[in-house]
């Protein structure tokens, strides 16, 4: 609001554009005020409470425009909007994948698509603690043998890092003297296989059924045997040294092992922890039982 004396007169001006995301809209009013005297200039509160009048009346005059807007005017508008919403959406996907690839301390909360493969380099590039020997050569880089059929295979002295055998159907093959570090048996059908001398370090073993294997001086540190079939294995000489096994399966191989890893100089049944594990007695005391009180109520068994 501005104010002006001209021959007694004062003149007025008022020019207001209002711009919306939809449509832009230019409105123009024109106020003219005589007075035989200067006009003092408007208070702050008068100017803001004209100029939220003037907003309203533009808001109010959008409104009527945007309804008689033509069929053009409104694909035109969709057109906008739908542009709009697609970055939107484009926004919104970026920042919701990078607050999943990201934890609240700054570090990757999922792995990237390379981190397995760099850490088979890792794992390629030191060579095995055990005396291997040559192995053969490796017909291809990536080993995927998933749900494959190999009963009785010949998996001896191979160069087997990060092979995939889950599921895979493998009774009765023999893997001594491999290089198995980190392959997936996973779910595997295993009986009676060999692992004599294998080095399976970080392998994994979790849901195998591994029934009557032989891992007479093998390495399989740091393997997972999580639910895994380990009965009547034999383990002379074999290194489980922070392997993932269940208490039961450790108590099951505790019965058997015995000796001396030959490459790594640890016992088996130091590795197995067999002197700490101790089976679970129920919570009456050895030859107790256990016994609901009648005050317990009626799920105890009284009155």
């Known amino acids: 609001m501005s104010a002006a004396t001209d021959g007694g007169a004062s003149i007025g001006a008022f020019f207001f554009?209002?711009?919306?995301?939809?449509?832009?809209?230019?409105?123009?009013?024109?106020?003219?005020?005589?007075?035989?005297?200067?006009?003092?200039?408007?208070?702050?509160?008068?100017?803001?409470?004209?100029?939220?009048?003037?907003?309203?009346?533009?808001?109010?005059?959008?409104?009527?425009?945007?309804?008689?807007?033509?069929?053009?005017?409104?694909?035109?508008?969709?057109?906008?909007?739908?542009?709009?919403?697609?970055?939107?959406?484009?926004?919104?996907?970026?920042?919701?994948?990078?607050?999943?690839?990201?934890?609240?301390?700054?570090?990757?909360l999922f792995a990237p698509p390379l981190a397995r493969a760099g850490f088979m380099d890792d794992v390629e590039a030191t060579p095995s603690a055990l005396d291997l020997g040559e192995l053969k050569p490796r017909d291809r880089e990536i080993i995927l043998e998933s749900k494959s059929d190999h009963?009785?295979?010949?998996?001896?002295?191979?160069?087997?890092?990060?092979?995939?055998?889950?599921?895979?159907?493998?009774?009765?093959?023999?893997?001594?003297?491999?290089?198995?570090?980190?392959?997936?048996?996973?779910?595997?059908?295993?009986?009676?296989?060999?692992?004599?001398?294998?080095?399976?370090?970080?392998?994994?073993?979790?849901?195998?059924?591994?029934?009557?294997a032989d891992f007479t001086n093998g390495v399989f540190a740091g393997a997972n045997f999580v639910r895994a079939d380990v009965s009547e294995m034999t383990v002379t000489g074999a290194d489980f040294t922070e392997a993932v096994i269940d208490r039961y399966q450790t108590l099951s191989l505790c019965e058997r092992a015995s000796g001396t890893n030959p490459y790594t100089g640890v016992e088996t049944r130091d590795s197995l922890l067999c002197d700490l594990v101790k089976p679970y007695e129920g919570s009456g005391g050895p030859g107790g039982s256990v016994r609901a009180a009648k005050s317990s109520g009626t799920w105890g068994g009284g009155k």
Request: one cysteine or more; a positive charge.
């Open 17 to 108: 554009v209002f711009c919306n995301t939809r449509a832009p809209h230019t409105a123009t009013y024109t106020m003219t005020i005589s007075s035989p005297t200067t006009r003092a200039v408007p208070t702050t509160r008068a100017r803001t409470t004209l100029a939220r009048r003037e907003v309203a009346l533009s808001r109010a005059h959008a409104r009527r425009t945007d309804a008689d807007a033509s069929s053009s005017t409104s694909s035109t508008w969709m057109t906008s909007q739908s542009a709009r919403a697609s970055h939107a959406s484009r926004a919104l996907a970026f920042a919701l994948a990078t607050t999943m690839a990201t934890s609240t301390g700054g570090g990757s």
């Open 151 to 212: 009963p009785d295979g010949d998996f001896t002295r191979e160069n087997l890092v990060g092979a995939i055998f889950a599921e895979a159907d493998l009774r009765r093959s023999d893997f001594g003297r491999s290089d198995c570090r980190g392959a997936v048996f996973s779910r595997a059908i295993m009986p009676e296989t060999q692992f004599v001398g294998a080095d399976a370090t970080n392998a994994m073993f979790d849901y195998a059924l591994l029934r009557g």
